[in-house]
């Protein structure tokens, strides 16, 4: 069992850059791998990006063009996204998920057993 949350949302200019926080507690952190979501209103929940137990891989979703980085401090629990150059269609809630198993469809939500309630990312034009 791990409960997730997220934080660092908010609303932003275009073009300027966030970083979002997934703080883990309950089972060690170190044991999940950990993913990133995001939906907006109206739309699927969509894959981010993702990173292994070590955070020694990590991969994204070719539709976000370089403009996201993930990576994680198990030190203290936290996994984070941050994402370069916001444009409005960027406006979403983020998630973190996390499962301590990969079966290779890293970039599927029935992949991940364990959600944050999310948090609200909103890019102004």
């Known amino acids: 069992q791990v409960a997730l949350v997220e934080s660092g949302g908010g609303l932003v200019q275009a073009g300027a850059s966030l970083r979002l926080s997934c703080t883990a507690s309950?089972?060690?952190?170190?044991?999940?791998?950990v993913g990133w979501f995001r939906q907006a209103p109206g739309k699927e929940r969509e894959f981010v990006g993702a990173?292994?137990?070590?955070?020694?891989?990590?991969t994204y979703a070719e539709s976000q063009e370089g403009r996201f980085t993930i990576s994680r401090d198990n030190a203290k629990n936290t996994a984070f996204l941050q994402v370069y150059s916001l444009r409005p269609e960027d406006t979403a809630v983020y998630y973190c998920?996390?499962?301590?198993?990969?079966?290779?469809?890293?970039?599927?939500?029935?992949?991940?057993?364990?959600w944050g309630q999310g948090t609200q990312v909103t890019v102004s034009p």
């Open positions: 998920a996390a499962t301590a198993h990969w079966s290779g469809r890293t970039n599927h939500r029935e992949e991940y057993d364990y």
């Open positions: 309950g089972d060690t952190f170190s044991d999940y791998y």
């Open positions: 990173i292994s137990r070590r955070g020694g891989s990590t």
